[in-house]
């Protein structure tokens, strides 16, 4: 089923082995992570039990992580937005917060696309280390942005642990640096484009 997300029909684009990969990882994330994920937040505790169930479905990532909280966060900001009255409109019909939403789905759409020419160039040996690494930046930047304008978006909601922008945003923050940092990933694509390295 096409989700809200994939505004350029990316899902014709995978093949049947990756599609149900994709499958397996969502049905993985509804019925295993949803129901602990903020009880083990709070906890400040890693759910162990949950690692060699990634193992047997052969899924992990930093960068599938980072996009899908980006989804997430987006999708609790369009639902937010047109379900919130203020000035006695949804906050969805202002052009102001139309133009947020725009931008979160913009740049999961163009990470979207990337990650799965990536996968391409992965599985046929292709994939440099600055594509790599051009992919983390854009990504990590992405997911942490999206976050970062859903909270707003929610205005004080946003705030409220009961939702879950605020625990992704969080959770950003750690995928921006864990996948190599931003200015690392930016150097290892400039010392590719270039040949000089710049790294100190
Ligand atoms: C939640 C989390 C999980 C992690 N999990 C793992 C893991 O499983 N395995 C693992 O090996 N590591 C892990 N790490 C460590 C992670 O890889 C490092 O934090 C990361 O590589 C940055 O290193 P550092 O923290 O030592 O930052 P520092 O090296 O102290 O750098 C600090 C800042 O300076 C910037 N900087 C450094 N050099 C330059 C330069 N030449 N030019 C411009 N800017 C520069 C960096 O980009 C960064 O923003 C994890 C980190 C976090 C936050």
């Not at 890693?46 to 996009?67: K, Q, S, T």
């Not at 854009?138 to 605020?166: K, Y």
């Amino acid at each position: 089923m096409t989700s809200s997300t994939d505004f350029y029909l990316a899902d014709r684009l995978l093949t049947d082995e990756a599609r149900a990969l994709r499958d397996r990882a969502r049905d993985f994330a509804e019925t295993h992570v949803r129901p602990v994920a903020r009880e083990a937040w709070e906890q400040g505790e890693f759910p162990r039990e949950l690692v060699p169930r990634l193992g047997e479905i052969g899924i992990a990532g930093g960068l599938v992580d980072a996009h899908g909280e980006a989804i997430t966060c987006y999708e609790a900001a369009l639902a937010y937005t047109k379900r919130r009255e203020q000035f006695g409109n949804p906050l969805a019909s202002f052009q102001l917060v139309q133009a947020k939403l725009v931008e979160m789905l913009e740049g999961i759409t163009t990470t979207q696309l990337l990650l799965i020419q990536l996968g391409r160039l992965r599985d046929s040996g292709e994939m440099t280390p600055g594509m790599s690494a051009l992919a983390k930046r854009h990504a990590t930047a992405m997911a942490r942005s999206a976050a970062a304008t859903a909270r707003e978006l929610l205005g004080g909601h946003g705030i409220l642990q009961d939702n879950e922008v605020m625990r992704h945003l969080c959770d950003l923050e750690g995928v921006y640096t864990y996948e190599g940092t931003f200015a690392i990933n930016t150097l290892i694509v400039g010392r590719e484009i270039t040949g000089i390295g710049a790294f100190a």
